[in-house]
């Protein structure tokens, strides 16, 4: 077995440093240089082998100066792109635009189009945060497959939008059921969860929270009319009943049935045939 000697490790670590260096030194000298090409090449370069902040600083002093020559669009495109490897989204979806709306039918068209949207996708917070990103990704998305529909990043962009529009339900769930859980703290909250729930069916009627919505309104309704005074109890009770038929044909194998149906029993007893 043969034993690594300290005099190589030493040689290596040399060696390393000095390739670092060199390769500073590049990037560097392509950040002064004036010989835009050469810049150009040194970033396409930077970008293969995924150094992606070198790549990005280095384009964006090539842009402006090719506007209008044959290596404009590709350096734009490659601009955009090395934000997107780099994960800054907001960054590259702008530049993602910027290039399909200077170059609509430009030869990176189709995947700037994704991209942008893709990456706004990617950048999508958590459903209890501001959702305008997600709503921008659905646009972008939207936009993508209105523009190139037989792409072979359709069922990409579809699933994408879906889940995109799933997050923006689950939020209107929330506070649907933040209303319900308010009562009638101040107001009749029970109402406002009816309304918030009801427009995120409307919105959204093929998310998988729609069950889940339709559950919430039928007991928001029945709090509501549990809570009223004696001379309206009969009316919002029939409210209950149809709310009740309305969910059990929708979902009539639901886990929650004898939830629903323990409602419906209860608000019989006020309303007369």
């Known amino acids: ?13 040399i060696a390393l440093i000095a390739l670092l260096a060199c390769s500073c030194g590049e990037y560097q000298k392509a950040q002064k240089s004036t010989d835009y090409d050469y810049k150009f090449d040194y970033a396409k370069r930077a970008f293969e082998q995924k150094k992606y902040v070198q790549a990005a600083t280095i384009l964006k002093d090539c842009i402006t100066v090719f506007k209008g020559r044959d290596k404009a669009e590709e350096s734009l ?3 955009a792109l090395s934000h997107y490897e780099n994960k800054d989204y907001i960054n590259s979806g702008q530049y993602f635009q910027t290039y399909y709306n200077r170059y609509p039918k430009g ?23 501001d959702q305008s990103g997600t709503i ?18 359709v ?12 997050k923006l339900t689950l939020k209107e769930f929330q506070n649907a059921q933040l209303y ?14 009816v309304i918030v729930a009801r427009n995120a069916i409307k919105n959204y009627p093929y998310s998988k929270y729609k069950e889940a919505l339709e559950l919430l309104i039928l007991k928001a ?34 886990p929650h049935r004898s939830e629903a149906e323990n409602i419906y029993k209860v608000a019989q007893r006020y309303v007369k045939d």
């Open 1 to 13: 077995m043969i034993k690594d000697k300290p005099g190589m490790k030493r040689f290596i670590y």
């Open 77 to 79: 495109y490659l601009l």
């Open 107 to 129: 030869k990176y068209a189709e995947l700037a189009r994704f991209y942008s949207g893709y990456g706004y996708y990617l950048d999508s917070p958590e459903p209890q945060l």
């Open 136 to 153: 921008k990704a659905i646009e972008e998305l939207q936009g993508f497959l209105e523009f190139f529909p037989r792409s072979d990043k």
């Open 155 to 166: 069922s990409i962009a579809q699933n994408a939008i879906f889940e995109l529009q799933d």
């Open 180 to 193: 319900y859980n308010l009562g009638n703290y101040l107001g009749n909250n029970y109402e406002s969860a």
């Open 221 to 254: 309704r029945y709090q509501e009319a549990s809570m009223s005074v004696d001379e309206r109890k009969a009316d919002r009770f029939r409210e209950v009943v149809d709310e009740y038929y309305s969910y059990i044909n929708n979902y009539p194998d639901s």
